[in-house]
């Protein structure tokens, strides 16, 4: 199983960006559809942090305090992949974003799989 995650880069404040995380490997369309999906994210210095997250059939989804409003999670199982669409950015949003899916009738709190996640850099 392999988690893609795509579309970061450097994009000044109050701009937008939309990260897309994409699952291949033996992760076929099925087995996506059963996943929830979240995007963390990580700033140099700091713990890794939530930011949002959205159930397998995309009917929840739920936000950070700091991005509510700005951000917005969407799923397309057709094609295994998970958008953040990030608008009002803001430099305190400069960190390395990870997507992570989890079975959806899991009781654990943790992950099953990480992407390699993509940096997202807002200049002031």
């Known amino acids: 199983v392999q988690l893609q995650a795509s579309g970061g880069g450097l994009v000044q404040s109050g701009g937008s960006m939309r990260l897309s995380c994409t699952a291949s490997?033996?992760?076929?369309?099925?087995?996506?559809?059963?996943?929830?999906v979240a995007w963390f994210r990580q700033a140099p210095g700091k713990e890794r942090e939530f930011v949002s997250a959205?159930?397998?059939?995309?009917?929840?989804?739920s936000y950070a305090d700091s991005v509510k409003g700005r951000f917005t999670i969407s799923r397309d199982n057709g094609k295994n992949t998970v958008y953040l669409q990030m608008n009002g950015l803001k430099p305190e949003d400069t960190a390395v974003y990870y997507c992570?899916?989890?079975?959806?009738?899991?009781?654990?709190?943790?992950?099953?799989?990480w992407g390699h996640g993509t940096q997202v850099t807002v200049s002031s």
């Open positions: 992570a899916v989890k079975y959806f009738a899991s009781t654990s709190s943790g992950y099953d799989y």
């Open positions: 490997g033996s992760f076929s369309r099925n087995d996506f559809q059963r996943y929830d």
């Open positions: 959205i159930t397998f059939r995309g009917r929840t989804t």
